[in-house]
């Protein structure tokens, strides 16, 4: 049994990542205001909610807790007319979710492409907590240097038929394999 206990202790260690809560803070600011940048959310929003899913692994759930504070305390009466409802759900359970934009806290190759195939078919846009999982195909994450800017998969972006307004654009860094 204690050979089991380490083993796990051990696996659990390998997903676990330094979270920041600064960073989480600027994300807790954009991920509304991302969502209102797609020309077509009016027509996604059931009942003037936006719907979002907040995906962690177990070594995150308090990071997780703590975006979705701080996403409440941001807007707390919503954004524009719209309500928002936040969940948290562990990668596990991604099957039992539905959302207008998932964010996505670090976690394997494998959850990570499973989450990103089950928003394509929602047409839920995607953001990341790390800049490093654009490469699999996540839309959306935060270019930290001097000036903090929206990092944009626009290959990703156009797959998945989601028309974002030109000055959200404007003021992203656009993201290419390899820029990472």
Known sequence: M???????????SLYAFNINE????????????????????QKKSVNKTIAIVLLYERGEYKSAQFLKKQIIKK???GIK?????????NYKKLNSTHANIY????SSKR???KAIKKANRENAITFAY?????????????EVDKKTKPLLNLEAIRENNISLRPILIDISVIYHIGLI
Do not use: C, Q, R, W
């Open 81 to 89: 007319s719209y309500k928002l409802h936040i969940k948290l759900v």
């Open 130 to 142: 790390t800049k490093e999982d654009l490469k699999y195909g996540i839309m959306i994450s935060l």
């Open 2 to 12: 204690k050979i089991f206990f380490v083993f796990i202790t051990f696996i659990s």
């Open 103 to 106: 964010y996505m806290f670090p």
């Open 111 to 113: 959850n990570t492409l």
């Open 75 to 77: 807007y707390a009466n």
């Open 22 to 41: 600064s960073l989480l803070n600027m994300h807790a600011t954009l991920l509304p205001k991302i969502y209102l940048m797609d020309y077509n959310f």
